[in-house]
């Protein structure tokens, strides 16, 4: 009887156990079955949102930076506009101001040539005074005497008076010619002061055009500022554009391990000579060191078809299905096409061009637009097939201005490696050098 109360207990107890732990258990699966579900519902609901959130805000952000760098490229249109309009401007005064310098001087030419005829007349009139008076007082002191001499008033007085009017007449004669020399110098005179007033008019007149060159001067120097401010607004837009981009690249893209990166730089440093903190800059620049390969599928590129049919091509070679292998999407700031490839941002018309030395560099047999050692490989035998491993400069035709500049080198092959255009000589070029330091901190 005990034996069984005790196996009855035993039983219960057993039962008690048993619910217990189904219970337990029931909660336990429901707790997980619950972490599960919440679990699942932030991988796959949570997580992608916030990153289309991050890629969308970033992107619209970028989008509206490029708004506001398409302002401030017009305002230096306009700026520009202006300031060739205000070198029309001075260049038209400094023409007006040279034919008024030019003016003048025959104003002062004439007046010398006015002040020496006077001195001359003046010369003249008082020699021939000096003469005649010596003259007539000789003459009348000798005629006079003889005369008192040899006078016979009787057959001599009708001469003698013929020779008084004679010689008076002479004597109203030359005073007609001192009166005709004094109207001269008096002509001279009047004609003088006539052309120092003038001189006086165009010297009033070249202070006036002057003062306005300085005007426009100023203008100038005012635009040149207002130029220079919109340029460096333009530069700081480029940093924040390139900041979100990397941001982006972050997001969206693929990370190499520095020492990899590093490693690949020598690689290719050595194989080609150029140098690693080029090699470094062109890389940051174009895919923010490996990070930003690209955010666009086959179908969204807006290739063309010779460029698709290569790409095809390399992807079938690499056993990649070319429909889902990313590359550059199509530039929102400008005219043109996405399709560029790995690392290095090669087109793939461009890549089939230097796949055999490629191969032959890394003895990757076909090699790997998206591998990062084939992909510095590929940038650094474009870069010095234009010329960065020479030394010294290069004169090029601007294009921006169209005038023959200088450039280093390194800065040709970069435009060479953009496409040649005014953005890549005053800002793509110029921003890798910036980057170069970059290399040591590696």
């Known amino acids: 009887m005990k034996k069984t109360n005790k196996n009855k207990l035993a039983e219960r107890q057993s039962r008690r156990n048993n619910k217990i732990t189904l219970i337990d258990g029931g909660v336990i699966l429901f707790f997980n079955f619950c972490l599960v579900v919440c679990l699942a519902a932030f991988v796959f609901q949570g997580s992608p949102v916030l990153a289309a959130d991050d890629e969308e805000e970033i992107q619209d952000d970028i989008e509206d930076l490029v708004d506001e760098k398409k302002d401030l490229e017009k305002d230096v249109e306009k700026t520009l506009t202006e300031i060739e309009a205000v070198n029309r401007e001075i260049s038209n005064t400094q023409v007006v101001i040279r034919k008024t310098n030019q003016t ?79 109207k001269e110098k008096e002509e001279v005179v009047k004609e003088k002061e006539e052309v120092e007033e003038k001189k006086e008019e165009k010297e009033e007149a070249l202070e006036t055009q002057e003062n306005q060159k300085q005007h426009l001067l100023y203008q100038e120097n005012q635009k040149q500022a207002v130029l220079a401010r919109t340029k460096s607004s333009i530069s700081e837009v480029n940093s924040k554009i390139s900041k979100l981009k990397t941001e982006l690249s972050t997001l969206l893209g693929e990370k190499y391990d520095t020492g990899d990166i590093k490693d690949a730089i020598k690689y290719a440093n050595k194989k080609t000579g150029v140098s690693k903190g080029f090699l470094f800059g062109m890389l940051s620049m174009e895919s923010g060191l490996g990070k930003y390969t690209g955010g666009c599928y086959y179908k ?44 290095a ?27 990062l050692v084939d992909g510095v490989m590929a940038m650094a035998l474009k870069l010095e097939n234009d010329g960065a491993t020479e030394s010294g400069d290069v004169r090029i035709v601007s294009p921006c201005s169209g005038k023959k500049v200088y450039v280093d ?20 070029a110029p921003g890798i050098q910036n980057l170069k330091d970059g290399y040591d901190d590696l």
């Not at 460029?307 to 043109?336: H, M, T, W």
């Open 300 to 343: 969204e590129s807006n290739m063309n078809d010779t460029r698709k049919d290569y790409f095809k091509d390399i992807c079938e070679d690499l056993d990649y299905n070319y429909k889902k292998q990313k590359v550059s999407c199509p530039p929102a700031s400008y005219s043109g096409t996405g399709g560029a490839m790995g690392v």
């Open 104 to 182: 003048i001087e025959q104003y002062e030419e004439t007046i010398e040539e006015k002040e020496k005829k006077i001195r001359t007349k003046e010369g003249n009139i008082k020699f021939k005074q000096q003469i005649l008076a010596e003259y007539l007082r000789l003459f009348r002191r000798n005629r006079l005497e003889i005369g008192l001499i040899t006078f016979d008033f009787q057959e001599d007085l009708g001469d003698y008076l013929r020779e008084i009017e004679s010689f008076e007449d002479f004597q109203a004669k030359i005073g007609e010619a001192l009166n005709t020399i004094e």
């Open 345 to 371: 941002q090669f087109m793939s018309d461009t890549w089939m061009g230097y796949q055999d030395k490629i191969a032959a560099a890394t003895g990757h047999n076909p090699p790997d637009p998206w591998s």
């Open 409 to 428: 080198w390194e800065d040709y092959a970069a435009m060479k490696y953009l496409g040649w255009s005014c953005y890549a000589l005053t800002n793509y």
